[in-house]
C-alpha cells in the first residue's frame, strides 16, 4: 500500500537558520504530493504540493521538489522564523479512479523555531 | 471562495454517550467530504469518505458512523463512546473531478475528549 515517512522531530533550530524536512514515500504509479502545516489547535492548512515527477512546489518560502528517482519530496526553507514554528506533514494522494481518494499522511515533524 | 465549517469545537463526552459533530462546505457543489482523526502518537487517519449524497465508505472499521443527509453536509456520530474515541477530528473536502492533484482542504478541527 502507499505509505509516507518523515522525521518526527522535535527539530529545533534558530531564528534564520536553514530547514529541511526529509519526506520519502511508497507508491505504485504517480500520487500527487503535499505538504501541511498545523498550527497550535488548529486544522491542516495547505502549504504546497506538486503533482508530477520534476514539479517544485513553493509557498511563504517553503520548497519542495518532487524527486520520483529517489521517491522524496524535502522541505526546505533558507531562512526559517519563529512563526514558523509547527507541525509539518507530509502527504500522498493516489488516485485510483472509481471514488474518492483521501490523503495518506506521515506522522508529521514538529518545528520549534527559537528566537 | 470555498469554505468549511465544523462543530463543535471542542466536546468533552461520558463514556457511553452518544456523539454527533456536523461539517458544512459552502461555495461548491458535489464535492467529496473526508473525516480524518488525529490521535496522539498515532498521526492522521482517514475514516470516511463520501462522493455523493448517501454514498459513505469506512477505511477503518470502529465504533463511529458518518452519513451525508444533504450535498454539503457530512456528520459523524457513535451510539456509544469508547475512551479510546478521544481525539482531534477534522472534516475535509475537495473538489470531483477526476485526478490525485485536487487539494483536499480542512476544516479548524474537534476536540474530542472522552471521559
Not at chain 1, 495547505?46 to 513553493?58: C, E, F, M, Y
Request: proline content about 4%; some cysteine; overall charge neutral.
Amino acid at each position: 500500500g502507499n505509505s509516507v515517512t518523515q522525521m518526527e522531530g522535535p527539530v529545533t533550530l534558530s531564528e534564520e537558520a536553514f530547514l529541511t524536512i526529509n519526506c520519502t514515500y511508497t507508491a505504485t504509479g504517480y500520487p500527487s504530493l503535499f505538504w501541511y502545516v498545523q498550527y497550535p489547535g488548529e486544522g491542516l492548512q495547505l502549504l504546497l504540493k506538486a503533482t508530477k515527477a520534476d514539479d517544485k512546489g513553493s509557498n511563504k518560502g517553503f520548497e519542495a521538489t518532487y524527486r520520483k528517482e529517489t521517491t522524496s519530496f524535502h522541505l526546505e526553507k533558507g531562512s526559517v522564523q519563529v512563526s514558523d514554528s509547527a507541525v509539518y506533514f507530509c502527504a500522498l494522494r493516489k488516485y485510483s479512479g472509481g471514488g474518492a481518494d483521501g490523503l495518506t499522511f506521515g506522522k508529521g515533524t514538529h518545528l520549534i523555531i527559537q528566537p | 471562495s470555498q469554505t468549511i465549517h465544523q462543530w463543535p469545537a471542542t466536546l468533552v463526552q461520558p463514556v457511553g454517550s452518544p456523539l454527533s459533530l456536523e461539517c458544512t462546505v459552502e461555495g461548491t457543489s458535489n464535492p467529496n467530504l473526508y473525516w480524518y482523526r488525529q490521535a496522539a502518537g498515532r498521526g492522521l487517519q482517514l475514516l470516511f469518505y463520501s462522493i455523493g449524497i448517501g454514498q459513505i465508505s469506512s477505511e477503518v472499521p470502529q465504533n463511529l458512523s458518518a452519513s451525508r443527509p444533504q450535498d454539503r453536509q457530512f456528520i459523524l456520530s457513535s451510539k456509544k463512546l469508547l475512551l479510546s474515541d478521544s481525539g482531534f477530528y477534522l472534516c475535509a473536502w475537495s473538489l470531483r473531478t477526476a485526478g490525485s492533484g485536487n487539494t483536499i482542504y480542512f476544516g479548524e478541527g474537534s476536540w474530542l475528549t472522552v471521559v
